[in-house]
């Protein structure tokens, strides 16, 4: 994968920073996605001032997002995507979409994402 170019806060109630980051190899199932647009919502708010005592820092808010796929890994090749697709990505984005509570529609709890 590229370097990653995003804003994290670097502490609880930190303001957002330019931060870069290596996320490693691309791994079979992975997408990567050159992100156009990305919403800040109430729950980014609370990650960044660690409101649910969970947060990690450098924390890179944002989980709702527009951008372009720009490489596929292995696995990820016969999914239906294709480099230079334009794809939306929302808060069940790590999700597996096979186990129990992904098909129940509960996503949120995936045992696997």
């Not at 696995?75 to 480099?83: H, N, S, T």
Request: proline share 3%; with cysteine; glycine share 14%.
């Amino acid at each position: 994968m590229s370097m990653i170019r995003s804003y994290a806060a670097k502490e609880a109630g930190g303001e957002l920073e330019v931060y870069e980051y290596d996320p490693g190899e691309l791994k079979p199932q992975d997408v990567e996605v050159q992100v156009d647009y990305c919403g800040i919502c109430h729950s980014d708010l609370s990650m960044i001032d660690n409101e649910w005592g969970f947060s990690q820092y450098p924390l890179v808010a944002g989980h709702e997002v527009i951008g372009r796929v720009v490489a596929l890994g292995s696995a990820a090749q016969d999914k239906g995507l294709q480099v230079g697709q334009r794809v939306g990505i929302g808060w069940t984005a790590r999700s597996c979409g096979h186990c129990d509570a992904c098909i129940s529609g509960n996503q949120i709890n995936c045992e696997q994402g």
